[in-house]
């Protein structure tokens, strides 16, 4: 039996249309690691969420929003970048690629990468994500694309790199966009790295979004909105576990709290209880006793050197092609391939 046989018995295939169609994991893989991971990482005397569960419906509406906030910059800096990397991708590209998106990204940042591939003939766009929306954002892409064909896979990240490492031989162009990757802690990001290198084949390039040391203020700021949207979406999370997990959280008895570490380079995100308190998790079998200021760890979002991420790359064993920078030195984007 091949590889890809196998592994289409680990999914479920839905059809929407000849032009689109998405693979889901059979049962409730995705839901049981919800549940058990909230068991785990909250279950401790330094409690966390991982920020990939964030990305519920409503947590996906208010992302969007936070990069439409002024104080955020990440997003417009990435936009403006792309701008001028579409018109430079072309020379990067032997043949005809396919666009594989971790996270079904932005309408924007997406469209901006298709439109440097080859717009007149076929596409196929690959996103990856944990979250269903991806769905709703292929069919408007689909609208707008007449060439353009779409497999959505509804898992996580190394759940969908395995799933596209046997899938067919033809080249990929692996993105990942934003700053997501400054969430991973340095070992978990290495590892997440070398998962993206061992899926990709001869010719394939790989494009990572990475965030740069910038001032303190200017940092803060974009963590701490005046809208306070950021602070609606870190509660959001709570919202989430309340909904599928049978807990009980009272979101007015937290606040958002995030702050800039100089010596780390990295924002920590929290959530704050504001009351000593308690609350039951029940898919989680957990009950929780919070005290006044205890801190719940939500996110962390580490920025780096220039010279960091190319000697990063290196090691994991990518070769780099190109990095683009904005005007201000906020952001790059570097263009890898496989040695």
């Excluded at 803060?220 to 809208?227: F, H, I, L, R, T």
Aim: glycine fraction near 4%.
């Amino acid at each position: 039996m091949s590889d890809i046989i196998q592994k289409n018995l680990d999914y479920k295939k839905y059809v929407i249309d000849s032009r689109l169609k998405y693979f889901k994991p059979h049962a409730t893989q995705i839901e049981k690691t919800f549940a058990d991971e909230i068991s785990s990482s909250m279950n401790r005397d330094s409690k966390f969420i991982s920020p990939k569960f964030f990305y519920d419906k409503k947590g996906s509406d208010l992302f969007e929003k936070i990069c439409t906030a002024p104080e955020y910059y990440p997003t417009r800096t990435e936009i403006s970048i792309l701008e001028k990397l579409q018109h430079e991708l072309p020379s990067f590209l032997d043949g005809d690629f396919r666009l594989v998106e971790l996270g079904s990204g932005s309408s924007v940042k997406t469209r901006l990468l298709l439109d440097a591939l080859s717009p007149q003939n076929n596409m196929e766009y690959f996103p990856i994500d944990i979250s269903e929306i991806l769905a709703e954002s292929s069919e408007q892409l689909l609208r707008d694309y007449e060439n353009l064909s779409i497999t959505g896979i509804i898992d996580t990240y190394e759940g969908g790199l395995e799933f596209l490492k046997t899938y067919d031989e033809q080249k990929n162009l692996i993105i990942f966009l934003g700053s997501s990757y400054g969430n991973f802690s340095p070992l978990d990001g290495y590892k997440f790295l070398e998962k993206v290198h061992s899926t990709m084949k001869p010719g394939d390039l790989f494009l990572i979004g990475l965030d740069l040391i910038k001032e303190k203020k200017i940092l803060e700021s974009a963590y701490n909105d005046s809208q306070k949207i950021t602070a609606k979406f870190n509660l959001n999370v709570l919202s989430r576990i309340n909904d599928e997990l049978d807990a009980d959280f009272n979101l007015n008895n937290f606040s958002h709290h995030a702050i800039y570490n100089e010596k780390d380079q990295r924002i920590e995100m929290y959530l704050k209880s504001l009351r000593e308190q308690s609350v039951v998790i029940s898919k989680s079998n957990l009950q929780l006793v919070l005290n006044k200021d205890e801190l719940i760890h939500t996110e962390h979002s580490h920025k780096y050197r220039l010279s960091e991420i190319h000697d990063l790359l290196d090691d994991v064993g990518f070769e780099l092609k190109h990095t683009w920078l904005d005007e201000k030195k906020h952001f790059s984007l570097s263009l890898v391939s496989k040695i």
